[in-house]
């Protein structure tokens, strides 16, 4: 039961074949079994996961129809969870207890979904591997010596291990779609203020956007359902009418023109990874699309302008954790100074103190235009590219990263790990909706394939993916996970 | 050598919404610390601010007021530093794109012309919090509640002459403020501060001279008394041949210096830019149009009604006009009494030496427009003389019945039944026979004597019209 999608789940719960009590029950027994391997979870909330999954039973006794109740998820630690410990893999928030939930939280909630827990990331989202993480890092279900991905690495292996049947996760240059795509899952990143902000623990706040880690594009389509739509708590999220993102899911391919950027598909790109993507595209070439060859002339300044609007706004966000009113403060401050110094250097990471200082150095005063401005206009050109490009197809199609997960403690140095971000950073620059849906095995390791859509065309988006899945079935592939608990 | 000083003033204005700029928490003044400050103020991981429309439409009717450009497109951005009342570690301000821009006010010198003073810009920023020294041993305490109020600061063009001038433009501005209703603007509660930049030059020397930066200004009168020591110091410094060096320098009223607040000068780097938790400020005309709608009479508008209508003079009328509460309260006794001299009188220096006299607003006065009306009426028509009405409105004070109750219960009528005024004459002239002699001797200037004596026997309360012309008939 527990490695079905959560729309088969929901038929389950729906016709009494199972009960939310049970299911939760489940899940929790193979976290209790599983998680000490994959480290996929910061906190499990066992006993409030049981009381919520009764509740969900009375509900739905007394006739409530919720569209995920019942159904256990599993949140990144970076979702402020109220009364729950929230850590965004940090030390420096080690001791923090979120006394308010998310929006992203509280629409889960009342959408009837169990809080199975809270997973592992890298600090405040800063990273691609998960080896960031104050609380170890998480494993890949597939191979346990290799990383899961990141920034949310512990979604996307509980996601893939069935440690929970849904997670949700956050993207800022790729952090939903890298790790879907490590950990052979669907991760969707939604259009910049499709989903509110609030409550979410920012790491670079005109880049992060929460979506949905799940088993299919459908059930990303029933989760962005839940989580989409303007909130008055978030100055930056849009008001759009509301949208059924599962209408559209069969609606045919027939004409669908997709775009394969030639900027992706150069000697660079792993030969077996280009391979398994023109496999894929042909699929849906099958299933009625047609494809062309599109120009991204600006793709290759994606990266350094990310490295720099993303540090920025980072090095001004972090600055509340100062030791001052919550969160880690160090042992016997003797002055302010002292206090800021030490609760800042012994609270916060590596990768997170070199990003401050890479953001503090951006926008100082002598700096900032040769940086933060030039960065900013980079930032235009790129989403340029994007808008001419979607004048010519509806979808824009390549692999999610250049390499299969990669092995744990691999890569020392940071421009490297920073370029396992190459195909998914420019989205977050442009703002645009994409998504990673699996298509095949590189050395036995899950290969991702990106799709992407214009602004607000989450159900084009949803409707490729969905479409790809009925005739492939790399999305219902499981790791063995037994057996690498051996390992 | 002749200095001429160049006098620049930066204030800061609390705007006197229900909420602050970018939270829901109140912002009454004088609350137990930290009671007004939710998870956003206490910068809590994940919070986001929302902007306070009402404070955006507060600073456009301020724009409005002073004839500035209104930014279409404004934008907020984050000015960085490290401090345990900035809870954020940033504060929310505009930089290159503020709401108002360039406007103007102009203000009354000691020779009655008009000057006028630029105002540079005004940008909407939040307060940050308290930080407590005292009663903590050692440590300090951090109090939230002011932390995210909205503020906008009023920065002006290096226009002011003199310390006069800075507090002439201070006025006005805080008349203007209170006329628009958007700040409290009490300067000893912090509504209303004011840093003054300050530097001296050379009588004909167009370039700036260096100037210092004053902080902790908290009244009118000690904004004229910092810049006047402020300018006396950098005088005797480059009479002495030293230089004035660029620093902040706060005032200590109790000293009446000011002094240097850092011993050397650290160069902040704010590292400023656009606030990306927020949208700009789109301010379309509709909404310019519908503020310009509900601007009120503002105080030169006023003042000249005033003139007009009233045939005050310009020197009363721009007294009246300085507080929004005592042209009301003017306008109100002028039309109750049908006489706007008489109330013009009566409020500015009767009224005005009460207030000053027991440290009382305006709204705290026992006399209210009405009552003091009443009182000008029953001069009018005679029930009592000025003289008396004096000790009448002394008597309001403890007393709150009607005009016409007090003149009654205490007897202080106006006596002109002229067989009464005849016996008091009579009287008079009796006691005084030298004086009356006189007087019959052509001395006709002893009238006044003799008048007084009537007067002083009547306790005030016969006609002295009607006493003298008895008096003159009977001698």
């Known amino acids: 039961m527990i490695k079905k999608t959560v729309t088969e789940l929901c038929a389950a719960l729906a016709s009494g074949e199972t009960t939310s009590e049970a299911l939760t029950r489940a899940y929790l027994d193979r976290i209790a079994e599983h998680n000490g391997a994959l480290n996929a979870y910061i906190t499990v909330c066992e006993d409030s996961a049981m009381a919520q999954a009764r509740e969900a039973d009375a509900q739905r006794a007394a006739g409530s129809t919720a569209p995920l109740l019942g159904i256990p998820i599993a949140h990144k630690d970076l979702f402020c969870t109220q009364g729950v410990l929230t850590t965004s893999g940090s030390k420096i928030l080690h001791n923090f207890v979120s006394p308010y939930d998310a929006t992203v939280v509280e629409r889960m909630q009342a959408a009837g979904a169990v809080m199975l827990g809270k997973t592992n990331m890298d600090e405040f989202a800063m990273g691609s591997s998960n080896e960031s993480s104050y609380y170890g890092a998480a494993r890949n279900p597939w191979d346990l010596k290799k990383v899961p991905g990141g920034s949310s690495g512990g979604s996307a292996a509980a996601v893939a291990a069935d440690l929970c049947a849904m997670a949700t996760g956050t993207d800022t240059g790729g952090s939903i779609r890298q790790p879907a795509a490590f950990c052979g899952v669907t991760g969707l990143k939604p259009s910049y203020g499709r989903v509110s902000r609030w409550g979410m623990i920012a790491y670079a706040s005109s880049l992060d956007q929460a979506g949905p880690l799940c088993k299919s594009a459908e059930d990303a389509a029933l989760l962005l359902n839940v989580m989409a739509g303007v909130d008055n708590k978030d100055s930056t999220s849009i008001d759009l009418p509301a949208e059924d993102f599962s209408a559209k899911l069969n609606d045919s391919l027939d004409g669908l023109r997709v775009g394969l950027p030639k900027q992706y598909f150069t000697s660079e790109l792993n030969p077996s990874i280009a391979a398994i993507i023109k496999t894929a595209v042909g699929e849906l070439e099958a299933l009625g699309a047609t494809v062309v060859e599109i120009d991204l002339p600006n793709s290759e300044l994606a990266l350094s302008a990310y490295y720099v609007i993303a540090p920025a706004e980072a090095s001004t966000n972090l600055s509340r954790f100062d030791g001052v009113r919550y969160g880690y403060r160090c042992e016997g401050p003797k002055d302010l100074e002292d206090l800021y110094k030490r609760s800042r250097s012994e609270g916060f990471g590596e990768e997170v103190k070199r990003r401050i200082m890479i953001g503090t150095y951006a926008l100082s005063a002598g700096f900032y235009d040769a940086y933060y401005r030039k960065a900013q206009k980079i930032r235009r050109l790129v989403k340029d590219d994007y808008a001419r490009a979607f004048e010519q197809v509806d979808v824009i199609i390549g692999p999610t990263t250049p390499s299969p997960a990669f092995g744990l403690a691999s890569i020392k140095d940071s421009v490297t790990m920073y370029l396992e971000d190459i195909y998914t950073i420019a989205l977050n620059l442009a703002g645009l909706p994409g998504m990673s849906v699996p298509a095949g095995y590189v050395d036995g390791l899950p290969i991702g394939m990106q799709i992407v859509a214009s602004d607000f065309a989450e159900a084009k988006l949803l409707n490729v993916a969905h479409q790809f899945q009925r005739v492939t079935d790399w999305h219902t592939h499981k790791p063995a996970l037994t057996a690498n608990k051996e390992a | 050598m002749e200095f001429e000083t160049v006098i620049g003033l930066e204030v800061h204005c609390q705007l006197a919404t229900e909420s602050k700029l970018f939270s829901g928490s109140a912002t009454q003044f004088g609350a137990e610390p930290n009671t007004q400050a939710n998870i956003f103020d206490l910068a809590l991981p994940g919070t986001l601010p929302v902007l306070n429309e009402k404070a955006v439409a507060m600073a456009v009717k301020f724009g409005l007021a002073i004839g500035a450009e209104i930014g279409k497109h404004s934008v907020f951005d984050r000015k960085n530093y490290f401090y345990p009342d900035l809870p954020k570690g940033y504060q929310v301000s505009q930089l290159d794109y503020p709401t108002v821009g360039k406007g103007t006010l102009s203000i009354t010198l000691d020779d009655g012309s008009e000057k006028i003073i630029g105002v540079t810009r005004a940008h909407m920023e939040e ?80 370039e700036f001279g260096t100037r210092t930066e004053i902080k902790n200004i908290n009244s009118f009168k000690f904004v004229e008394k910092a810049i006047n020591y402020e300018v006396r110091r950098q ?163 403890s007393d709150e019945s009607s005009v016409d109750a007090i003149i009654e219960a205490k007897g202080l009528k106006q006596v002109t039944d002229s067989g009464a005024l005849e016996g008091l004459v009579d009287q008079v002239i009796a ?45």
């Open chain 2, 431 to 475: 006691d005084n026979p030298d004086q009356a002699q006189q007087y019959r001797d052509g001395k006709v200037q002893v009238i006044g004597f003799l008048v007084g004596q009537c007067m002083k026997l009547s306790q005030g309360k016969a006609n002295p019209a009607q006493i003298n012309e008895i008096l003159r008939n009977k001698l």
């Open chain 2, 127 to 206: 307060d940050a919090g308290k930080s407590l020294h005292e009663d903590y041993q050692g440590m300090s305490g951090i109090d939230l509640n002011r932390a995210g109020t909205p503020l906008l600061e009023i920065v002006s063009e290096p226009d002011l002459r003199s310390a006069k001038e800075a507090v002439a433009y201070l006025k006005k501005l805080h008349s203007i403020i209170r006329y628009l209703d958007i700040s409290d603007a009490i300067m000893a509660q912090g509504s209303f501060r004011c840093d003054a930049n300050v530097s001296i030059r050379p009588v004909g020397q167009t």
């Open chain 2, 235 to 397: 005088q005797e410094l480059i009479e002495d041949g030293g230089r004035v060096v660029q620093e902040t320098r706060l005032y200590d009223a109790d000293k009446d210096e000011t002094r240097s607040m850092r011993s050397k000068e650290v160069a902040n780097d704010y590292r400023y830019f656009p606030e990306p938790d927020l949208l700009p400020i789109v301010i379309d005309d509709e909404f310019i149009e519908a503020i310009r709608a509900q601007l009120p009479e503002l105080p030169d508008a006023r003042a000249a009604r005033f003139v007009g209508d009233f045939g005050l003079s310009d020197y009363d009328a721009g007294v009246l006009v300085a507080s929004r509460e005592m042209a009301d309260f003017f306008e109100t006794v002028a039309q109750r009494s049908g006489d706007a001299k008489l109330a013009a009188n009566w409020v500015s220096q009767d009224l005005q030496a009460l207030l000053n006299k027991n440290n009382w607003e305006l709204s705290e006065s026992p006399i209210q427009a009405e009552r003091l009306a009443d009182l000008i009426l029953r001069i009018k028509d005679d029930t009592v003389s000025g003289k008396i009405a004096k000790t009448v409105f002394e008597a309001m004070l």
